[in-house]
């Protein structure tokens, strides 16, 4: 078993993404984005779920724009072009890729 709290992943973490578990059937990692900033993501090969933590901003996914908060849950699944965008307060989201995310 393996336990992480959200507020120590944030708090430890450097960089915009950071992965913290990898098996073969999946991978999960925290990303952050500032408020007023820009996220670059393209398309992954896997499906993906973000869980917000904290924040507010809108996501696109394939041209459909829906607002996201804490405590909103999205599914993206592979290959669809999406992005957060309008982001009012930092974003920190918690990110699953099923299977293991893998090199683009």
């Given at each position: 078993m393996q336990i992480w709290q959200a507020e120590n992943l944030a708090a430890e973490q450097n960089r915009s993404y950071g992965e913290f578990l990898r098996i073969q059937a999946m991978s999960m990692g925290m990303y952050k984005l500032s408020a007023g900033g820009i996220d670059p993501q393209s398309p992954h090969n896997e499906d993906e779920s973000y869980y917000v933590v904290s924040g507010k901003a809108k996501i696109e996914v394939e041209g459909?724009?829906?607002p996201v908060q804490a405590g909103t849950i999205i599914f993206v699944?592979?290959?669809?072009?999406?992005?957060?965008?309008?982001?009012?307060?930092?974003?920190?989201?918690?990110?699953?890729?099923?299977?293991?995310e893998s090199s683009k």
């Open positions: 459909e724009t829906q699944p592979a290959h669809a072009v999406h992005c957060f965008k309008e982001i009012e307060e930092d974003l920190v989201l918690l990110v699953f890729f099923a299977p293991a």
